[in-house]
């Protein structure tokens, strides 16, 4: 190891130590990891355009599983939603359905206006729970 210091100086390199070295080097490989992504991303895009422009992808990519990385890369890599590839794979519609239904509330209503009316209490927790205590009560003392 000396004799390689020795030529170092005398031919003016600059001598570093085995500890930047193994940095340097694990600094190159994650650079050539990084530069083989990106090269992969490049020729799916590639292959993507030639198919069709990016609005059409999603009704041809059908071919991708929905659980694969590779599906997940290529929708990224296009910038596209992965809802809509799932949406085209699995041929139904994932968006949630509407939470407030006015006409179930229009039953409810005058049973909870009925109930509030009564009580001193504001809000519908403290009606409830009165409410499922009485109906607690009932159901204990039929059992007696």
Excluded: W
Aim: glycine share 4%.
């Amino acid at each position: 190891m000396q004799d390689g210091d020795m030529y170092a100086i005398q031919a003016g390199d600059e001598v570093v130590s085995a500890a930047e070295h193994k940095a340097l080097q694990k600094k190159v490989k994650q650079l050539e990891q990084l530069l083989g992504r990106k090269t992969m991303k490049t020729e799916i895009l590639k292959e993507a355009l030639e198919i069709a422009p990016p609005k059409q992808l999603i009704s041809r990519m059908s071919f991708l599983p929905a659980n694969d990385s590779l599906s997940s890369l290529v929708v990224n890599t296009l910038g596209l939603l992965r809802s809509n590839l799932y949406q085209r794979i699995y041929g139904r519609n994932l968006s949630r359905s509407a939470r407030y239904n006015k006409q179930e509330d229009a039953v409810l209503l005058p049973q909870i206006e009925a109930l509030y009316d009564g009580r001193e209490t504001n809000g519908y927790r403290p009606l409830l729970s009165t409410q499922m205590a009485s109906c607690a009560q009932m159901i204990m003392a039929s059992f007696e």
